[in-house]
Nanobody, 121 residues
Framework: QVQLVESGGGLVQAGGSLRLSCAAS????????MYWYRQAPGKERELVAV???????NYADSVRGRFTISRDNAKNMVYLQMNSLKPEDTAVYYC???????????????WGQGTQVTVSS
């Protein structure tokens, strides 16, 4: 089995910063793309950032220039550095990954349980 566990959420004032972490564990052969999503109350879940196994990153327009996604392949970790936070960034943030369990097995998609980020004005 594979688990993704997020950490680093919390309450921060507008203009502040937070760093989210996501640890992948279990029967992992390799990890392809990793993603951060978020879901605000009453809204659909949206893609925030994606990073490939090679380190190429892409971002939603709403966070580009403020958020940075990174990964440590040796530790099966992915991070989201969030700067210049705004109240509209308030949401539950989810880690998501495309993970291979062995040669020819996958990739399969997995979700973390989410971590709350609240930005006060």
């Amino acid at each position: 089995q594979v688990q993704l566990v997020e950490s680093g959420g919390g309450l921060v004032q507008a203009g502040g910063s937070l760093r989210l972490s996501c640890a992948a564990s279990g029967s992992i052969f390799s990890i392809a793309a990793m993603y951060w999503y978020r879901q605000a109350p009453g809204k659909e879940r949206e893609l925030v950032a994606v990073i490939t196994s090679g380190g190429s990153a892409n971002y939603a327009d709403s966070v580009r220039g403020r958020f940075t996604i990174s990964r440590d392949n040796a530790k099966n970790m992915v991070y989201l550095q969030m700067n210049s936070l705004k109240p509209e960034d308030t949401a539950v943030y989810y880690c998501n990954g495309d993970i291979r369990l062995g040669m020819g097995r996958g990739p399969f998609n997995y979700w973390g349980q989410g971590t709350q980020v609240t930005v006060s004005s």
